[in-house]
């Protein structure tokens, strides 16, 4: 299966849209927008449709218009459902269309369409379509997002460590938020799996990954589609929260990790970011956030050449990546005739800029290259930009804490820690804030992975609380990060009894990440201690998957669980334990597909592309998850206080 397969799927989910956009104003919820601009062409596409205007949901203005199309990422319920109801109170629609990923709780297409009609005043118009694929933000050729779940995240283990074993977690035993979450990913899957005409095996490591596997191979649609599908595809399910380094790491040699992790986010949008425009105008303005211009952004799905650049960012190394914007930019100004003076060597961020200046007085060149020159702005700003230093900074103390892991306990790992977190008049741009703080201690507990508990640790944790609670309670004005995990928006609010218990609720979320591998038996481990020789190092635990995928002398896979669907499956199973039965491989099928849930990041796709490109050749790799992650990210899906809270409001 190739990827045109995959963009005829993101075509498939936006084309009940596009029929019926024509005088229409169009509603997206904020999950569809992300899907849109990744992979559905913007909300120009819609507009070309005959739209009259594209809004968000929930609406700031009524409609001036007697024709509305809202588009959903899930189902009509909770705060979509009174964003919907807003809309249509206010009485001056006549024709309203509903395009939703799955059916109202408790109701089918005909209560949903009564419940809209009486929303609108009886009088009316109405019809809802359900979508068949899933509504994907394609990021790059191998990664696709749900932007829909990206607040997805496994809930770590108890205070006491799994007791029960976590095979005992079923989908009963989650709370109402993330149970929710699971069965539309499930249901999201088997629409995805229905486009592409899937017959796959299903196989987990984590606990909430073989919730997951366990849902969709028992769900009924899935069961019916396995029955007549003929493409045959492994899926493996990973979670997040066993290996929490790779997603708060600076390892990565990546110019596309280092944008998304240092430019503002584009408002409302989880994975894309704002790039500064300024530098193609006559406007002069030292101002960084200036908002007269709109941004540009890193998603160019309507232009091939921006398109192969950043595939370029995402899969070469960062050196590679600037030569090839450059080499993209000479020969764009080459076609349009700019006079560009072509030099060698080392590429700087003021030679792109130099180059970028040539297209400012020329519309027809700006309006050719348009997104090319997002992507390349958005690398100057990368390589100028204060936190791009400090990227090299906290690769060296994480390097430094890998060492410091294998030779000594934690406490003294606390302690070297210690001395780094400075108030806010105490640091200089090259310290830590609190926040990057928190960003060492996910990546120090994470690797050191299960911990002698003692007074000596209690002592050294309760000293790097106090230092942190002094910190948080310093800053003149919260950033927006910490605001979500405090909880609150200004400086006044923030007492040191509040900092304290966010602070606690931390440590003990730290500890449980510590715990998080403790019922590994291949995969417990992902840290390399070193020798007198060899550095100490990170050995991601995706890495120690996949390579267990792809060994060729297929052993049975100890974490790598498979999920039966049926009947069959347990039989093999059984039988296998005394005659000689192939059991299930993740490695036996043409696809394979790896879902990580609760997010991935750039690093982690570029790593299993490469590894089954050479350990398996012929294999076509394809990586879904729920997020992109950057270490700030990451920080906010563990510690926001906001997280996955059920959707009630009605």
Known sequence: ??????????????????????????????????ALHWGGGGAGKLLAAGALAVRALPAAAAAAADRVVFVVSGALRGGTASAVRGVLGHGAVRHCVLVSGGE?????????????????????????????????????AELCLLPALATLLPPPPGPGGPSTGPTELGLGALPAGLRAAVRALVGDLDALFTSLGLREES???????????AELASYAPARNRRRTATNKASVVFVDRTLDLAGAVG????????????????????????MVNMVELTELQTTDETCSIIAPGCLAQPNDPAAKALWESFMNLKQKEAVMEARRHLVEAASRENLPIKMSMGRVTPEQLSSYIQLFRNNLKALENHCGLLQLVLATVQTLKHSQTSKWDNFLAFE?????????????????????MIKSYNERTKD???????????????????????GKELDAAEEEMKR???????????????????????????????????V??????SLRSIARARMHMKQFNSIHNPGSNTLQASYKPLLKQVVEEICNPDRPDPVDIEHISSGLTDLLKTGFSMFMKVNRPHPGDHPLLIIFMVGGVTVSEVKMVKDLVATRKPGTQVIVLSSALLTPHSAIELLFATDRLQPDTDI
């Open 203 to 213: 196989f987990a490591v984590g606990a909430l990954s073989r919730v997951v596997a």
């Open 399 to 419: 390097r430094l804490l890998l060492q410091t892991i294998g030779e000594s306990e934690m406490p003294s790992v606390l302690n070297q820690l210690l001395p």
């Open 104 to 140: 109202a709780e408790g109701g089918g297409l005909a209560e949903m369409e009564e419940t809209l009609r009486r929303w609108m005043g009886e009088s009316g118009h109405v019809e809802v379509v359900l979508r068949g694929p899933p509504l994907l933000a394609p990021v790059s």
């Open 250 to 273: 600076h390892h990565g040699d990546n110019l596309a990790e280092k944008i998304l992790s240092v430019l503002p986010k584009l408002p409302g949008h989880k994975t894309d970011v």
């Open 503 to 508: 602070v606690n609720g931390i440590f003990r």
């Open 1 to 34: 299966m190739a990827v045109p397969e995959l963009r005829r799927v993101y075509r498939q989910a936006w084309e009940p849209v596009f029929a019926r956009a024509r005088r229409a104003i169009v509603f997206l919820d904020a999950a569809s927008a992300e």
């Open 467 to 501: 230092a942190l609670v002094k910190a948080i309670c310093d800053e003149p004005e919260p950033s927006p990060l910490l605001q979500k995990i405090t909880g609150c928006d200004s400086s006044l609010n923030l007492t040191s009894q509040k900092a304290t218990g």
């Open 431 to 453: 310290d830590y804030t609190c926040e990057d703080i928190l960003v060492l201690l996910v990546y120090t507990y994470s690797v050191v992975g299960e911990i002698k508990s």
